[in-house]
């Protein structure tokens, strides 16, 4: 849905897009396996490269920068992105708690005169409990995430014909508090019209206990942003429902970001709360997806796109297939 996602987010992922959302939660879950596996067309490319048995092993392999390295050197150019998200969660109506984890990686050799073979890593971890409540009839909803977020950064640049040597003193670590907060308005008309709206690291927390790497670099401060959104839901046939959906992301402009690349539109058809159909657009580029959807089982295949450049709109194409999977009773 192009991420634009604040208004309609109704399960435990609600931590994370718009806590308000989990006064919508239908019934309790415990979800022990919640995992989102993504990687980028460069990645497919180069670990679908030979056999398809081999393509898991391959994947697996595209965590280590030196097997990274020896794949992508028939592909110079080509961006290597990998993501891996386990959220196992107990989520009711109005609170969730449960534990992120979070690894992704990057990789690329580039093709300029330079030449260098550049990796970059990321991994979050950490606690997350949130809380929900309602106002005028459940009209109004407001909530509050708290993530205790451990996070080790990694970025490294050699010479692509070198073994690649990652030690302990090449990463920055730190631990922060993370609070989110948000709101929904959901007035009771046709097509149930909704305004959202929600504030990332609402107390502007900066890292603690951090340790810089051998160059004297430290973590990136997480900016505090805020995110507004609207929607609409008709009620197109009996069991059919038609999300429509706009985002307009970092609406304080915290990032410096061109404006066509924070806005967000998405849409979703739901067909009895068991099938959905899904489309979007953000970051100037399409996405998309189907969803199924159980009592005890979630599947979404989806795909999205960033744009790799710095700076102006829709110049670099970096594109993207997630399979997220969730099980539980």
Known sequence: MGNAYICKVDDAWSAFYNPAGLGTVRRPQFHLANAHVEASQGLMNAVGDGPAYKIPGKYIDSYDPEEMRSMLAKDQGKLSHSRLNLFPNFTARGITLGYLFSQRNRAIINDDTANKFEIAERRDQGPIFALNGGLFGGILKVGASATYLFRRELYKEIDPN????????????????????????????????????????????????????????????????????????????????????????????????????????????????????????????????????????????????????????????????????????
């Open 162 to 329: 070198d073994n690649v040597n990652v030690s302990k003193a090449d990463y920055t670590s730190g631990r922060s508090l993370q609070l989110t907060g948000g709101a929904r308005l959901t007035l009771p008309y046709d097509y149930l019209p909704t305004f959202a709206v929600v504030m990332r690291n609402a107390t502007n927390n900066n890292w603690e206990g951090e340790e810089k790497n051998t160059l004297g670099e430290g973590l990136s401060r997480i900016r505090q942003t805020i995110d507004a959104g609207v929607s609409i839901t008709p009620q197109i046939g009996k069991i059919t429902r038609l999300h429509l959906e706009a985002n307009l992301k970092d609406v304080n402009n915290s990032y410096d970001t061109d404006i066509k690349r924070r806005m967000a539109a998405g849409a979703e058809l739901d067909f009895g709360r068991r099938i959905f159909l899904r489309a979007g657009w953000g970051d100037g580029w399409g996405s998309g997806g189907i969803g199924v959807r159980s009592r005890t089982f979630i599947m979404d295949l989806s795909t999205y796109a960033v744009d790799r450049s710095l700076d102006g709109f829709r110049k670099e194409e970096d594109r993207r297939w997630v399979l997220s999977l969730s099980s539980g009773f």
